[in-house]
């Protein structure tokens, strides 16, 4: 498969960020691969901790690190002197290093002329694949559970990786399926699918959840944006139809009342996004279903959280959880027995 393959174990580059908002990328790779995260590089002004041992890069690469993964965003349209020197410390180390920014590394002569000359790969993972097919609609084998959302940045990623490693708990046949760039760092593949020429988005989810050896295996694929989403419906939707879903889990952000960087537009309703979530999702598969409803409910109190989750539960007669307060087991005991 056509897709970047990230080679672990990685040193987590955190930079000068003051605090882990800045470094989501980062917290996101150390808390879902711990096993992966070997180190992180911070300057001495940081604010941000991983809570990982701090290592220069020839520590780490002397430890078995494989790839440098920038975990952060700077400020500006071009990268600090300072990042672009410790890149080039990083491949003349023997390492790769792999970024998620909209800058590409490709673009940096310096990085590009040290890659050269060490063997080492640049992964900008913004950076689709080439040739990517469009979409065909066929029908494949295996399962395909998809996250989708009221908005953007509601937990899409959290409750998919979740679900997977729960799955895998539970002694199921299940791949992540990663289709942004933390979700690439964390699985160590995938495609950045808001990167994709439109045209080419539901044909770069079917070659990223190709056909499966077998009915029973799933594959868990991260959502991206939402369908009433102003400005991200078209990345939604192309990951609707490429999926061919067997399953929907809605996510939403209880309490949020506007939606993400659209002053003005009003969340949608659960009812409606799951309305139109499977309305939409089955013109590729005609069997799509609610597998459940992921609540964040981080605005609540614990005893006001389990109400919700009780209350929207007997709404929708589906699986309703919460990734972080209350895993996600119902929703896939409710797979294994659905």
Known sequence: MNVHQIKAPYLLFVGDAEDLLMAKTAKGVAHWRPENSLGQLRFPEAKADLGLPDMDVAT?????????????????????????????????????????????????????ATAQRTGGKIHDVRTPPANLPC??????????????????????????????????AQGMDATFRATGQTGIFIAGQGISVDAVVSDFISGSVELLAPAAAHDEHWDVIE??????HPAYAGVSLGLLHGSQADVLVVCHEAGRVEMDMMPGYDVPSLEETIE??????????????????????????????????????????VPVIDPVRTGVAAIVEGLRHG
């Open 135 to 168: 979409g065909t609609g066929l029908p494949r084998t295996g399962k395909r559970l998809l996250t989708v959302g009221t908005d953007c940045c509601v937990g899409k990623m959290f409750t998919a990786l979740a679900i997977h490693k729960e799955m895998q």
């Open 276 to 317: 139109i979530n499977l309305r939409l999702a089955s013109r590729t598969n005609a069997k799509v279903r609610l597998g459940g409803i992921a609540l964040n409910t981080s605005r609540y109190s614990e005893a006001e959280a389990l109400q919700l989750i009780s209350e929207v539960q007997q709404r929708f007669d």
């Open 60 to 112: 780490a690469a002397a430890a078995g690190a494989k790839t440098l993964i920038i975990g952060l965003a700077p400020m500006g349209n071009s990268l600090p002197p300072s990042w672009i020197d410790v890149c080039i410390q990083a491949l003349e180390a023997g390492m790769d290093v792999a970024s998620g920014l909209h800058l590409r590394l490709t673009d940096v002569p310096d990085i590009v």
């Open 223 to 228: 959502g991206q944006g939402s369908l009433l």
